[in-house]
Every structure is written in structure tokens, then in C-alpha cells.
């Protein structure tokens, strides 16, 4: 596609349910990158994946996270059990290898949790 | 790991004023440098990119200048126009081994009339 396409735009949750957030890279881009924006805050690394190797899922902040990306294409962020403290915006990004040339960000999926 | 400090946090500059972010990083093998900018519940944008072999680089009102030795670089916004109120974000990456960028805590610049 021309961007990285985000879904859905807006999710509100109750506390206590799963959530999934879906990724569609640029097409052609082998590396995929999700950052959570606090309201008013920086940019928080959450999961990298490059090509078929083991992503770096060293942002996580715990183990209620887990994301996948099938097919070296689109990826999904899931959290189970959601908190109010993982209300944020969930941007995703793309890139050629290891983001030599820079990311291309979708628009994010802002996430409420009541 | 690569760790990136943003300074400052906050800047207000009157319109047609210069606006200068600067940003030190400590891996000193970082030899990529992008600068994005994000308005206000928009995403993050790349407007101007550093590579290690140039000491500066332009584009139309913005630059970027590195220096390798001190380890640090910085946006230079000329002539500031209402449209360039937005929060901008430096990062730095090894292109050689690292896997991802390292952003800055962002500057949130205000242009005022």
C-alpha cells in the first residue's frame, strides 16, 4: 500500500478485556516496529520484527503483550487483561532493513480503557 | 546500548524567529541521524535526515547539523511559521549493528504571532 495502514483508529475497552491492533506495513518494507505515545509523552519501543528473524521483544513492559506478524506482512498487537494504565496511542511503523533509510509511522490506534 | 538526550523539552519563538533543537547521543559508532515531526494527534513524519560523512545538510527553511566529535546534532528551523508548531522527536541509529532507532523525549515547539 502507500502507507502503513492502522486498525481500528479508536478502540475503547473495559478493563479486563483483550484487545488486538492490526498492522499493514508498506509493502516491500521487511521491518516492523510498534511504539506506545502516552498522552503528551515520548515514543515507547514495544516489539520489533525483521524478515523471518526472532523479533526483539524487548519493549514489552509485560508479559499481557504479545505480538505477531504473519507472513513477514502485517502484524498484530495483542493485550490481554487490559489496565487503565495501557490507554495510549499504539503507532506502528515500517521500514527497509533495521530502518537505515528511516520509518514511515501509520496513524496509530488510540486505546481507552474504562 | 545507544541512549539520546533532547534539549529542550519546550520552546516558544516568535513567528519569522529561528527555532534550535539539539540532541547528544553516546554511541559514538551511531551513524544515522532523522529528525521527525509530529502535529498535534497526527503521526510521527520524517522531514530531514544526517548521515556520519556530512557535517550539515538542508532543506528549503530546516537543517541539521552533526558534529561526530562532541557527539551531538541539531534542527535549525528558520524564519518559523504557525505550521511549524509541533512536537519533534531526533533519533539515532548504528546502521551497522543496531536493530532499531533511539528516539529522543521529544521538543514541543510553539510558534507564536
Known amino acids: 500500500g502507500a502507507g502503513v495502514s492502522q486498525s481500528p483508529s479508536n478502540k475503547v475497552t473495559e478493563k479486563g478485556k483483550d484487545v488486538e491492533l492490526r498492522c499493514d506495513p508498506i509493502?516491500?518494507?521487511?521491518?516492523l516496529y510498534w511504539y506506545r505515545q502516552s498522552l503528551g509523552q515520548g515514543l515507547e519501543f514495544l516489539i520489533y520484527?525483521?524478515?523471518?528473524?526472532?523479533?526483539?521483544k524487548s519493549g514489552l513492559p509485560s508479559d499481557r503483550f504479545s505480538a505477531e506478524r504473519t507472513g513477514g506482512s502485517v502484524s498484530t498487537l495483542t493485550i490481554q487483561r487490559t489496565q487503565q494504565e495501557d490507554s495510549a496511542v499504539y503507532l506502528c511503523?515500517?521500514?527497509?532493513?533495521?530502518?537505515?533509510?528511516?520509518?514511515?509511522f501509520g496513524s496509530g490506534t488510540r486505546l481507552t480503557v474504562v | 546500548g545507544e541512549n539520546v538526550e533532547q534539549h529542550p523539552s519546550t520552546l516558544s519563538v516568535q513567528e519569522g524567529d529561528s527555532a534550535v533543537i539539539k540532541c547528544t547521543y553516546s554511541?559514538?559508532?551511531?551513524?544515522?541521524f532523522p529528525w521527525y515531526k509530529q502535529e498535534l494527534g497526527k503521526r510521527p513524519q520524517l522531514i530531514i535526515d544526517?548521515?556520519?560523512?556530512?557535517g550539515e545538510k538542508k532543506d528549503q527553511r530546516i537543517a541539521v547539523t552533526l558534529n561526530k566529535t562532541a557527539k551531538h546534532f541539531s534542527l535549525h528551523i528558520t524564519e518559523t511559521q504557525p505550521e511549524d508548531s509541533a512536537v519533534y522527536f531526533c533519533?539515532?541509529?548504528?546502521?551497522?549493528?543496531?536493530?532499531?532507532?533511539?528516539f529522543g523525549t521529544g521538543t514541543r515547539l510553539q510558534v507564536t504571532l
Open positions: 520484527f525483521q524478515g523471518n528473524s526472532a523479533p526483539d
Open positions: 554511541d559514538s559508532a551511531s551513524n544515522y
Open positions: 509493502s516491500g518494507h521487511t521491518a
Open positions: 533519533a539515532a541509529l548504528n546502521t551497522g549493528t543496531a536493530s532499531k532507532l533511539t
Open positions: 544526517i548521515r556520519s560523512n556530512v
Open positions: 511503523a515500517s521500514s527497509f532493513s533495521r530502518g537505515v533509510d528511516g520509518y514511515t
